[in-house]
């Protein structure tokens, strides 16, 4: 005979953790399947609930809910952060909007989850550094999400520098490539509009790739000697959108782009390794291109987005005639990520790195610690960025990062 | 002020369909995923819910139930047959029991998904297609989980297929390769033990290929030639297994491996294609290396699962001095599966061939119309594999595989 | 002031080498390449001379001559054979004169290199095998030109099979693809003719990996099972070809293909590792894709001559963590043949094979020892090529190669 | 019977070009391998022959033209100018030498083949310039060597561009990275000494990727952000080394490093594309890693010297689903060169840039046509070089390259 055991949960379910998200296009998506997803393949101590979602529009908001599996919908971010049902804030806006909505999170007694770039500026993220410091003092955690340090191969290259198996570094080689502004067709979205962006190719793709780089080798960039570009100065506005853009063109009105298409610097790291960086949208025929290579006196790693499960690691310490970029598949047991997953071979996608973010966070929420990246580490990213466009500005001369003094 | 909007399902929502599903371990966990994920990606005509997970182990069953999201559990697939809640059996067993539990829960008036292989013999598959049938009359359904046709890259190479992109067919090109019995140490699994596996890489991998093969050619394989092999004939018992297992080792009790360590078979297509395939576990370094060239008259295909988010396409009436195999990253909105996932470039896994299957199950549940792969498909694949079985024990001879008559 | 040292031959030079060459097609160039070239990169013990170089049409010869640097023509391989300043005879004409040029120059007193395959048919290679045989007791020497063996990838490969890199052998996996016969309208050449070239891709291409299999491997093939296709049996008739080409198309002339598009086969190797084989000419978008595979219990290695100056090796006794194949770029000074050519990652082409197997054969020559392959590698390669037809023509039964006994 | 044809070169042959070579390491064996080479496989107008060489060792450059095929050998460069048998001298010194070398033999009548770089500062440059502009109207022709415009592919990539198959330019993207000064105890050669070399990896490296690039592009680079580094300052001093080299280390002597191991630069082109440029020796198991991307707004080109064989081609104006980077091998007979090569598939190597060097300079000669790349060229690349060092002197402010205005 049978015998149905519904599921007791006051028995055996880890506490709950109620997250309430702000924002629902493709950040919120990626979010949400992270937050639905961890606490069915990692065994969580806490409970993760996607109590409330939150946007402007009523209907869409309702909608998108429905569909991504958040129980409520709110339209005012300020309700969102007030509801009891929420421990966690998560923000997936545009960067216009993080320093308000973290810093009133923080300042509400919610832990936060930011979405990258910290701040579209120096000044906002220096301020929400303020708060996440005042809300730690209060025991609240605050965390930036620079999702692919969650590639397992990402995270398998960090335990590699810092057992060091490169050695000392001599060369950091970074490009973030995509194409899908190649076309001058392609609409002016609020990604090209400097007022909610920030920046362009820069805040998009460059904050991630120096958040990655600095993470990978443990070192801060120092200084920056910047290029950045914008090919396509106008473009279409799409229907809908409000007056405020600008002039019109032939067939539809055009308007301006107020940020880079690409941004190409080269600088110094902490140790002095040569660092070279390019982030643009019209690289034709690359649709995801985060390639990034380290050269060290002992070895090399390389690493390339477009395939993620995989990463080339050169041991420069081998006799040379059977020494070679080795293609690493991280899809063991003993990497970062994987005795959760699959057997070696079945490879993770993009979106994992999600799932990766939420557990780690809930770790980081039921021990306490400090959960990485934080948002100093946002911040330095931030100064990058500035350091980039000022010395773009002044004829790229070399140009430092200011450092963080704590 | 805020307005919330709790989901008002029953406005809403669409009409559910509960899923009851057998075995829990690798397939059930992929199983789940799917479930899980597929209505919160696409939009969906029924909305699955993991209603009951069936296992012998009360506890671990529990267990897993609670971890995977199952709501509640069984410890007799009878019962969860039974169930009224249940309206789709997934059974996600060793290949022993498919026929016994799809025969009963078609019978029973359920819907049914049945992992690959679909049977362990010719005859089971047989008594599986009949209930199928039968049920199909009675508005029931029945699909084999073959996932890798729902890999976005196959789905899209059956589509350049069937266009005629490849002209006529000349070379059907296929692996399989694993290494996980590379080491004699490997302990003696279920799958190593011909009563419960059938066979060993021929059942596993080779089931895979071979379907893939039909699907992707749209032909049926019509005669083999083949080699089997087991290069370690004993392996250790693992702790806490039983009696039945033979001889005892130096360090440890040895049991007799039943089954093949590899197979490798050359035949024909139904059109005259000349086709290869190989499957093993003993492939050093290979960790799940399925890979398949087709080359026609007018352009070849090149797929490797280890890179599962490309595909090589060949266009042979090009002009020479430009053409080559180009490698698609098979992640645009125009490609199978993608409009509903992440931007060009940003890459799936493994595990969502599980959720594609569940959404086209989903849909030929809610339209009616009869889902692919076949119990008949199933059978198809156990025929050939049953002739590479005797051909093998015949001395390699060339051995028809029975085509279906329908 | 200057010094001109005119270069003093008779003090400093190393004894001549005449070498006579039958045939300047293709492998005629190939040759010619390696003779001029190997004494002016490697330090040979004997001074190569291209003496003569022979072909049945006058005019064509002479200008063939001149061109790639012969200092005589000769019309009738009797009187190449005859010349005094010929020391060794260099046969590359198609396969059905191989056996009587080869046994005609042994018996005359030269020395033998024999360009692939040794000989159409079993019975002629038996017979040259005689003949190198008596001749090796005359202190003259022959040679077989299953050049990819010296391909340094392939070379090195070898080496660390021989060392024991791979353990016990699994898995032998070949192809040899080329597409040049995709087109229909492909003109029917002596390498379609059978009275000419003995078989198709069989022994054109299979030949090469057959060879190379066992070479690599250090084992013979002991049985096969085969199947083989022609997929287009008649093309069209080359201008200027005599009238012994069957019947006439529409719009030229079409005549009958007579040996194989494509062989496929799989088998056995001594030590009972299991091996794959395809050869073709019409595989679409692949142009000269040798692709061979090795795994064994310790390691497995890859290999691809569209890229012959890498080599893939995968230590399978290195932590699980980091181990993958890795790219060897074989161009290091430790590696075969690299010490006299260019510094690391300045990579060799096709032709370096030519090279290097003359400046094998000289060192043979200076040395009186042995060179491989020998011609009873030549015999061995020839009983798989047979065994395979053999055994298509019987159903693809599994068919013994037979071994040689001394 | 026989008939022997024992060449008629008064009949038959080209006119004779004596070719007269300064310097035999590295780069004079490889440009003898082309002179040797190309009228072997090219059908040449001039028949060159290898007449002299020079070198200051006596003993060293006997044996070398003995090695490499030069009928004579030179002491004293001023006496191989002077020869009658000489109408041709080939450069292959160290930097310093080139500029008096150079105009000497062009005002002694010769024409003139100078290895890259041009020379070791622009001034030289300029005078070299001036000295082959002067010979250009007396009908001497003078060319500089940079080879790898003569990779096929690369010549392929060229065309590509010309026939608008990129559109407009955004972005070039070059490395040229080689690892063989990542060990410290690698020793002090000439190549690290400024006196010598003029620079490090910037002027070895950088020349070839700068040159290329503005080649396959067809602008100038116009300014220029950039930095260098020299990681190791210090290396051990080579045995038979002469007393100018500094200090003495612990196990032996060691001595200053006065030139970059790695320099890094972002600029213009004309055209306003963005360029990044990387060149150093010290990226471990980068072997001759000559990357080299483009990125237009109709498609793109990406190559790597160490798969020299082959070119990636993504052409942006097909339909998203079937585009992608399409690898041609550039082998066919289509492709620039290889009409006179061998099947497809069957791929060159390194040397054959110096034989297609070597074809392409005589054709010139014959035609009196001006070969490229022209002196002008080389001051061209000269000029970036200087921008490149002024930049890095001067804190990375972009630093203009001055335009030749004829």
New interface residues.
Partial sequence: ???????DESA??PPRLGVGMVGYA?MGA?H??GW??AG??F?LPLRPELA?LCGRD?AA??RA?????W??????W???I?REDVDLVDICTPGDSHAEIAVAALEAGKHVLCEKPLANTVAEAEAMVEAARAARERGQLAMVGFNYRRVPAAA?ARQ?VAEGRLGTL??V?V?Y????L?D?ASPLTWRLDKSKAGSGALGDLGAHVVDLAQYLTGEPLVGV???T?T?TTERPVPEGSGAWLGSTGAGGRLGPVTVDD?A?????TAS?A?A?F?A?R????????LTL?L??????LSFD?????ELS??D?TE???????????V??P??PYLHAW???????????TFVHQARDLVHALASGEQPVPTFEDGLQVQRVLAAVEESAAK????TPVPQQTS
């Fill in positions: 005979m049978s015998t149905t055991e519904h599921e055996t379910s493709f990626a949400s399947q639905r997803t069915r393949v065994a409330a009523r908001v309702g809910a429905r569909q991504l599996g129980a409520a919908a709110e339209t005012d300020r309700a969102l007030a398998f590699l001599r060369h080689r490009t490539l995509q194409d899908w190649t001058p000697s910047a290029l570009e090919f690409a190409l610097f080269i600088g110094r002095g040569l070279s390019e643009t019209v690289a034709a025929g690359r649709k995801n291109a290579e050269n060290g006196s002992k070895g090399s987005l477009e395939r993620l499960n690691f050169h420069h006799p040379a005639a059977t020494s070679g970029f080795r293609r690493i598949l899809t063991e003993e990497h699959w057997p070696p071979g079945h490879g993770l996608g993009y979106e994992h004829n790229s001369v070399y």
